[in-house]
T-cell receptor
Framework: DSGVTQTPKHLITATGQRVTLRCSPRSGDLSVYWYQQSLDQGLQFLIQYYNGEERAKGNILERFSAQQFPDLHSELNLSSLELGDSALYFC????????????FGPGTRLLVL | AQSVAQPEDQVNVAEGNPLTVKCTYSVSGNPYLFWYVQYPNRGLQFLLKYITGDNLVKGSYGFEAEFNKSQTSFHLKKPSALVSDSALYFCAVRDQQAGTALIFGKGTTLSVSS
C-alpha cells in the first residue's frame, strides 16, 4: 500500500458526460501528479500540482482540468467524454519533486461507452 | 527530445535464472532514473532510482539496476528470478521540461516460468 488513495476504483459512463476522479496523497506529500495509462499511448503525464498551485502540464486535453485543494487532495475533471478517454488514470504524490520518489495510487479505471 | 526506450516488449526467464530488463534514455544533462513494477489490476510500485552516486543501485525485492552514462542505459537486474516477479516493468526518467513529472517507457512484460 503506497498511502495514496484514489476513488472511485471503477467508473462507467457515456460519451458526452463529465466525471470527477479524486486523489488523496500520502501524508506530508505536497506534490500531486496525474497520469493516464492506455493501450495505445502508454503512461502519459497529464498535470502536476504542488501545494495547491499548478506546477506543470503534460499532454492534458482542454476538456480535462484539475485542482488541488487546501487539504492537498486533488480532483481530475474529465468532460465531454469520448470513447478514446477510456483508460486507467493514476494519481501519484511526492514530497516536493526532483529526485523525490513518486508513489502511485491504485488508479481509477474509466470506461466510456 | 527526452525519451525512454524499453526495447523488449517481453522477457522470458526460468525461475532461478538471472534476469535483465533493458532501458535506455535520452535526456540533456544528468538524468534522474526510476524503475516501477505493475502487477495486474494494481498501481505502480516503486522499485529503485538513480539520482547520483554509485552506478549500481539496489532496490526492493532483490532488484538492482546499473547506470551506464556512456551507453545511456539503466538496465534492471536480479540474480535469481522468482515466479512472483512476473509483472509489467516500467523505466522512467524525470522530465526536465515539465516540472518533476516522469516520462515512462512503454513497459516490458516479464514472465518467469517454473
Amino acid at each position: 500500500d503506497s498511502g495514496v488513495t484514489q476513488t472511485p476504483k471503477h467508473l462507467i459512463t457515456a460519451t458526452g458526460q463529465r466525471v470527477t476522479l479524486r486523489c488523496s496523497p500520502r501524508s506530508g506529500d505536497l506534490s500531486v501528479y496525474w497520469y493516464q495509462q492506455s493501450l495505445d499511448q502508454g503512461l502519459q503525464f497529464l498535470i502536476q500540482y504542488y501545494n495547491g498551485e499548478e506546477r506543470a502540464k503534460g499532454n492534458i486535453l482542454e476538456r480535462f482540468s484539475a485542482q488541488q485543494f487546501p487539504d492537498l487532495h486533488s480532483e481530475l475533471n474529465l468532460s465531454s467524454l469520448e470513447l478514446g478517454d477510456s483508460a486507467l488514470y493514476f494519481c501519484a504524490s511526492s514530497t516536493q519533486g526532483g529526485g523525490e520518489t513518486q508513489y502511485f495510487g491504485p488508479g481509477t479505471r474509466l470506461l466510456v461507452l | 527530445a527526452q525519451s525512454v526506450a524499453q526495447p523488449e516488449d517481453q522477457v522470458n526467464v526460468a525461475e532461478g535464472n538471472p534476469l535483465t530488463v533493458k532501458c535506455t534514455y535520452s535526456v540533456s544533462g544528468n538524468p534522474y532514473l526510476f524503475w516501477y513494477v505493475q502487477y495486474p489490476n494494481r498501481g505502480l510500485q516503486f522499485l529503485l532510482k538513480y539520482i547520483t552516486g554509485d552506478n549500481l543501485v539496489k532496490g526492493s525485492y532483490g532488484f538492482e539496476a546499473e547506470f551506464n552514462k556512456s551507453q545511456t542505459s539503466f538496465h534492471l537486474k536480479k540474480p535469481s528470478a522468482l515466479v512472483s516477479d512476473s509483472a509489467l516493468y516500467f523505466c522512467a526518467v524525470r522530465d526536465q521540461q515539465a516540472g518533476t513529472a516522469l516520462i515512462f517507457g512503454k513497459g516490458t512484460t516479464l514472465s518467469v516460468s517454473s
